[in-house]
């Protein structure tokens, strides 16, 4: 079965500090690795795509990671400001149709003075 | 330029109502989806339209039709609304009928259902 399993479940970190999340997937075959951001009371927002050969791709405070050969993938926000409170999803998009989205859980992350 | 819109943003029902969930894309996108997302699970697809005037079944279609109204507007309708379909609906778009670029989210609908 199609999995995505993100950890932590929720993180509390001070402002200015940095984090990484992690992602691990057994969708297979494999297409492209998404991330989302989730503020609360919205719906999620791309913040990287990438596909099975980028190993990085950045989005201004946000690196994420993939390493397709383990199927782990991470999330590292440099510098966290108090609005990259949110869930943060992982989503795998496995080959074949437009359906084949497999979303994880997500980690709820806490930015605090 | 508004993206997706998703209306009502909230409603209550009671247990054997029916409703229409309505969503609308101005970006000219293919194809549309149906989320639901419950505490401690991820985004389930309902329902998809790869392009205007098909619609296929996810992976929790039960108690939901669909309809594309054109290539702008996905409705999901709830015949006779029960307490399970409690939950935040997401109407999504995307580019391309394979989704390979990033969908674009409404900002859900929270239903509750009494």
């Known amino acids: 079965k199609n999995q995505v399993e993100q950890s932590p479940q929720s993180l509390i970190i001070l402002e200015g500090k940095n984090c990484t999340l992690q992602c691990n997937y057994t969708v297979s075959p494999f297409s492209n690795l998404r991330w989302y951001k989730q503020d609360t009371g919205r719906g999620p927002v791309s913040l990287t795509i990438?596909?099975?050969?980028?190993n990085t791709k950045s989005n201004g405070r946000y690196t994420a990671t993939l390493d397709a050969d383990t199927k782990q993938s991470s999330l590292h926000i440099t510098a966290s400001q108090l609005s990259d409170s949110a869930s943060y999803i992982c989503v795998v998009r496995g080959g074949g149709t437009a359906s084949k989205l497999t979303f994880g859980t997500g980690t709820r992350l806490q930015v605090t003075l | 330029n508004a993206g997706v819109t998703q209306t009502p943003k909230f409603q209550v029902l009671k247990t054997g109502q029916s409703m229409t969930l309505q969503c609308a894309q101005d970006m000219n996108h293919n194809s549309m989806y149906w989320y639901r997302q419950d505490p401690g699970m991820g985004l389930r697809l309902i329902y998809y339209?790869?392009?205007?005037?098909?619609?296929d079944k996810g992976e929790v279609p039960n108690g939901y039709n669909v309809s594309r109204l054109n290539k702008r507007e996905f409705s999901l309708r709830l015949e006779s609304a029960a307490p399970s379909q409690t939950s935040v609906y997401f109407c999504a778009s995307s580019g391309t009928g394979q989704g390979e670029y990033g969908y674009t989210f409404g900002s859900g609908t929270r239903l509750t259902v009494v």
């Open positions: 339209s790869a392009s205007e005037g098909t619609t």
């Open positions: 990438m596909t099975f050969s980028e």
